[in-house]
């Protein structure tokens, strides 16, 4: 059971940052693809970006350059760091760790991230 942890959520002001970063424990993180998608409210969930174990990224249109995700794998954690954030960014973001070849599709318990004046 892979168990992941979010932190770094709260309230930001239109045109501000906020990282937030993602921490799972075990010695099988360097395999895993890691995610963050992100729930607005009265919405489906959708992807915000990807980084593989490789360290090859991908992104949501709406998020492309002001949106970094990366990964420490010495420290078994995954960020997301974003900027110039909007009120349309405000969701709830959770954390996702897969790997088809060890059946692996696990979700942090997500972190509220508002933005607002």
């Known amino acids: 059971q892979v168990q992941l942890v979010e932190s770094g959520g709260g309230l930001v002001q239109p045109g501000g940052s906020l990282s937030v970063s993602c921490a799972t424990a075990g010695s099988t993180f360097t395999i895993y693809t890691m995610g963050w998608y992100r729930q607005a409210p009265g919405k489906q969930r959708e992807l915000v970006a990807i980084i593989t174990s490789g360290g090859t990224t991908n992104y949501a249109d709406s998020v492309k350059g002001r949106f970094t995700i990366s990964r420490d794998n010495a420290k078994n954690t995954v960020f997301l760091q974003m900027n110039n954030l909007k009120p349309e960014d405000t969701a709830v973001y959770y954390c996702?760790?897969?790997?088809?070849?060890?059946?692996?599709?696990?979700w942090g318990q997500g972190i509220q991230v508002p933005v607002s004046s």
């Open positions: 996702n760790a897969a790997s088809v070849t060890y059946r692996v599709d696990a």
